[in-house]
């Protein structure tokens, strides 16, 4: 007689059989000696007793009684919102688990949680859009205390991806490379994206030209890497690189971070990161103009997504509560 739990017969509680309930029962009421009829079949006082009360000579009186709840919890998610979840699910396959939240609280009054929300969809095995394995070439961050600037324009970080080439069209060569830079206010997560077929010096400073005109503000401060499109220091160039050029006559701090830590960029980054799952794992497009179309509509979604790190606001609600309250470090 095998009482032991294994991977194959797993039971909820106490994994005796029907025979061995049997037999205890029927023992204990010719001999009533309960401690050894619990010594001999390895069971609790409890369980004889609530076998013996239920037992009427059948094996089906001691078999175990489904556990589920008669009634559904009060607060457990109704039948209406589940179809709101299914309903969002189904017309957006590649919506996130924050805009698909903030949508449920704006459009339909949805009151529960973030965590409920996903509780209820891994539990009715809703599963989100997962695309191609697009590869992740960034390292694992230091747990290094930073303090992240509370103010608009205060810092902003910047940097340069590679656009993976599963997204080009077949009509364009596979040694063809496009480039999305990327710059990020680091106290509202507000981002600006633009692609190039190059990440040369020359479009760098045509990228926070244009940074400037799409924020509506010069930031106090641009952190980059050392790469030879944001500065000289590694390519032995003895003259001075445009972007310092640029940014000297703006009035804007370059802070360049120490060689081989990309995780000081750990905010640029991460969007990078989240690039990867929502837009280039389902883009395909056939020219430079295509890539920057697609990609002015999706850093619109961008800068609307609720984040976390600023209590499910979008960063355009951020920037508009910082602005609200004075908190600016940028002069336009």
């Known amino acids: 007689m095998n009482n032991i ?28 000696d309960i401690n050894y009829v619990c010594r001999k079949y390895h069971i ?9 009360k239920v037992y009427d000579g059948t094996k089906e009186s001691i078999t175990d009684k489904s556990h589920k709840p008669k009634r ?71 747990n290094k205390h930073y303090e992240t600037p509370k103010n608009i324009g205060e810092k902003g970080q910047m940097d340069v991806k590679y656009v993976p080439n599963e997204c080009k069209s077949k009509d364009i060569p596979k040694d063809k490379r496009f ?10 997560r507000e981002r600006f994206l633009y692609w190039y077929e190059e990440h040369t010096p020359a479009n760098t400073v045509d990228f926070v030209l244009r940074v400037i005109q799409y924020l509506g503000y010069k930031p106090k401060e641009i952190q980059t890497d050392n790469g030879i499109e944001f500065t000289y220091n590694k390519a032995n160039i003895k003259k001075t690189h445009p972007l310092e050029v640029l940014l000297k006559e703006l009035g804007i701090k370059h802070h360049k ?32 103009e295509d890539l920057r179309e697609q990609g002015k509509r999706y850093l619109k979604r961008s800068n609307n997504i609720p984040m976390a790190v600023l209590k499910y606001l979008t960063p355009k609600e951020k920037r508009a509560e910082l602005e609200v309250f004075g908190m600016i470090s940028y002069a336009i």
Request: charged residues 30%; hydrophobic residues 25%; aromatic residues 14%.
């Open 257 to 288: 971070i120490q060689p081989r830590t990309p995780q000081h960029n750990g905010k640029v980054e991460r969007s990078h990161r989240n690039d990867n799952e929502r837009f280039y794992s389902y883009l395909k497009f056939y020219s430079l």
């Open 44 to 52: 609790s006082r409890t369980s004889l007793w609530r076998w013996n």
């Open 179 to 188: 480039y999305q830079y990327t710059y990020i206010d680091e106290a509202t």
């Open 72 to 142: 559904k919890h009060p607060n457990a998610h109704t039948n209406q919102e589940i179809r709101w979840i299914r309903n969002y699910v189904r017309r957006n396959p590649r919506i996130t688990l924050c805009e698909l939240w903030m949508k449920l609280k704006r459009e339909k009054g949805y009151t529960r949680t973030i965590t409920a929300l996903y509780r209820v969809m891994r539990r009715l095995n809703i599963k989100f859009y997962k695309g191609m394995n697009i590869k992740d070439t960034s390292k694992k961050k230091h």
């Open 5 to 32: 739990i294994t991977e194959k017969n797993k039971k909820r509680y106490l994994p005796h059989d029907i025979n061995t309930r049997k037999y205890a029962v029927e023992m204990y009421r010719n001999c009533g």
